[in-house]
């Protein structure tokens, strides 16, 4: 069974961080897909960043979070992180981990949620001041 644990959200000021933690476990996969994506109040759910842990240097990440958010991930643990960094009111939404084989997410947006079948529970970013 596959299980995505969110953990790191709260509340900070704006120009302010925040580091997401996500640990993936059950998963029985030669390589996956995570990523990390966020839902703001009457707003679609949107793709925050992503990788392969198959490894490469494609990440693709949202062009409003670009320059200010960091995936990685920790092979030991499989947790995979979202550092945050020079918050804004506009960051503030539910973040919510995303995983699943590479054979199903590969070839397509990795920052489309529809190709994604494991979800973690949320993790609730607030930012003001």
């Known amino acids: 069974q596959v299980q995505l644990v969110e953990s790191g959200g709260g509340s900070v000021r704006p120009g302010g961080s925040l580091r997401l933690s996500c640990r993936v476990s059950?998963?029985?996969?030669?390589?996956?897909?995570m990523g990390w994506f966020r839902q703001a109040p009457g707003k679609e759910r949107e793709g925050v960043a992503a990788l392969y842990t198959g490894g490469g240097d494609g990440v693709p990440y949202a062009d409003s979070v670009q320059g200010r958010f960091t995936i990685s991930r920790d092979v030991g643990t499989n947790t995979l992180y979202l550092q945050m960094n020079n918050l804004n009111p506009e960051d503030t939404a539910m973040y919510y981990c995303a995983a699943d084989d590479a054979t199903r997410v590969l070839g397509g947006s990795w920052l489309d949620g529809n190709r994604y079948r494991y979800w973690g529970q949320g993790t609730q970013v607030t930012v003001s001041s």
């Open positions: 059950g998963g029985r996969w030669m390589s996956a897909v």
